[in-house]
């Protein structure tokens, strides 16, 4: 079994404007809402690659009751804790000449809703896969992720992490089986600019050697690498089309690698499909269908999934 863990899980409300105007009325040319974050855009794409997945996390009053029924409606287990305090979060994602996100805060997580869900971890056994990915809800502490993964160390479990800065960089003593940063993600974990494939190449090397099995890196228009468990570097295809979004493409490339790892077992398969995952939904205005995937992989030279 697949289980994402999303702390902080929200509607997404994306909004096509010909233009914003600051302080006038704008109006939009289209607009569609969907339920997001990390882990949750992971179980999504996994679901139309018929991938059976239990989504877990925190959800709160009525948005948190949407995003659960919409996870179901997808035939996608719901697995939350609940909690009693505010909301789970609305982002606002501008889409004219320049992307912009406005993202909400999310509920208030009391101790013993944190109890509650570290409790429910348990159900989590030898063999599974968990993604952890996304932010903390600024009621838990700043190492949630490692309180989760400590809890999880004796089980023998495929960890992936999706998260920036220290909480990737903290995560990586339990040694994952995958972190994916993309370039901006890696050049903040270093604290430096990155400009080229090389330099990109040496700072994923140093988070294999600080403990990452495998590091699958996205670097936009230059298409993705990783480095695999054995050290071994492997590069995917480019595909030259009109990016339309680039929210949720990183999660879909985790959901397409895990979905190809699974099914046969090969890095090489497993970042083709994360790499046509990523592709279709950038190349959609929300998360990427079955079909715009397919299309992916072909032009990648690959059969479909």
Known sequence: MIYTITLNPSIDYVVHLNSFIRGAMNRTVKDCYYIGGKGINVSLVLAELGIESSAMGF????????????????????????????????????????????????????????????????????????VIAGSIPKSLSENTYEKILERLKDRKLNIVIDAEKNLLLNSLRYRPFLVKPNRQELSEIFRTEINSFDEAENYAVKLHDMGAKNVLVSLDKEGAFMIDEFGNIRTAGIIDKEVI????????????????????????????LGTACGNATAFSDCLATRKKIDDALRMLGFNPF
């Open 59 to 130: 959800t709160a009053g009525f948005t948190g009751e949407a995003i659960e029924r919409g996870l179901e409606e997808k035939g996608i287990r719901a697995d939350f804790i609940k909690a009693a305090n505010g909301i789970s979060r609305i982002n606002v994602k501008l889409r004219e000449e320049a992307e912009s996100e406005i993202n909400g805060q999310g509920p208030l997580i009391s101790e013993k809703e944190s109890e509650l869900f570290m409790e429910k971890t348990d159900i989590i056994s030898d063999g599974d896969t968990v």
């Open 245 to 272: 979004n680039t929210v949720g493409s990183g999660d879909s490339m985790v959901a397409g690698f895990l979905a190809g790892y699974q099914k046969t077992g090969d890095y090489g398969y497993a970042l083709a």
